[in-house]
């Protein structure tokens, strides 16, 4: 009887608390909770299908309403969040989260097409000695840069694979890394100076060529040079300068490994 009663109360705690968060998600949104009745629906459904807390999920919903989603958008993003908890890559629903925001922000990704991201995240994280939530920390650190040079997500991820996979260095000193270097490498003295070696950076309309097709044009003018010629030292300082080298290195070097984890985010 005793287990039954505690049973009864922590029950009722948890639909209180469920209604206040509803009740959060209606004042963020402007929508009355008559019309919030199919989130509601949606998050008891994933609930009991998936396994995952209801509580988690209607907080989760809130802080992608915050972010001015559509109601119907928000149900989406938080349906392809709540799957995502069931991979083994993922950490937390919080974390993925905050990432799957800074994917639809930065790159343009519809709540339709979040799932399909998330996917190449864990299919990256299955197969590449990479973790989910470092791929999560590089969108969110390096993201904005990446895609202002041309750049797309699975681009991002691809490169950030291969040299997270090659120097096991932190997530966010290579997010960091990576930040300065794709600044750095759509600069006119940079250009020029690459120009000099033989590596043009520049399509024939003038414009960068993107920041993928520029560590492969790189790594192939650089095969030819070893390690230790004063020529790469100088080009490798000219990307990242000093405090970047060790980012700017296996970038180039393992870009084999960033094709491969590339066709594998496509897929």
């Known amino acids: 009887m005793m287990g039954v009663a505690n049973a009864i109360r922590e029950g009722t705690k948890a639909a209180v608390d469920f209604e206040r ?6 004042q963020v949104t402007g929508t009355s909770m008559s019309n919030l009745r199919g989130l509601s629906r949606e998050i008891t459904s994933l609930s009991t299908s998936l396994g995952v807390a209801s509580g988690e999920l209607v907080d989760v919903a809130r802080v992608l309403s915050q972010t001015g989603l559509a109601a119907a958008d928000v149900t989406k993003a938080m349906k392809a969040l709540a799957l995502s908890s069931l991979a083994p890559t993922f950490k937390d629903m919080q974390n993925t989260a ?6 639809m922000r930065q790159f343009g990704v519809t709540a339709d097409q979040l799932a399909g991201k998330l996917g ?9 000695a990479v973790e989910s939530q470092d791929l999560i920390f590089a969108i969110r650190r390096a993201g904005g840069a990446f895609q202002a040079a041309g750049g797309s997500l699975e681009e991002l991820l691809a490169l950030f694979t291969s040299v997270r996979a090659t120097t ?29 070696v033989g590596v043009e950076l520049h399509n024939l309309q003038g414009n960068f060529i993107g920041p993928f097709e520029a560590v ?25 300068g000093f405090r970047q ?16 984890a590339l066709r594998v985010a496509q897929q």
């Open 98 to 103: 905050e990432g799957a925001i800074a994917i």
């Open 245 to 260: 080298v060790s980012k700017v290195i296996p970038l180039i070097q393992q870009f084999a490994t960033a094709q491969q």
């Open 168 to 196: 096991r260095e932190s997530a966010e000193t290579i997010a960091t890394g990576f930040r300065t270097i794709f600044t750095r490498i759509q600069r006119p003295k940079t250009i020029e100076f690459l120009r000099t």
């Open 120 to 128: 190449s995240i864990n299919a990256l994280a299955g197969q590449f």
């Open 21 to 26: 968060q509803m009740v959060r998600v209606s």
């Open 216 to 240: 492969k044009r790189l790594s192939s003018a650089l095969k030819t040079l070893d390690s230790t010629d004063p020529r790469f030292a100088k080009i490798v300082e000219e990307l990242g």
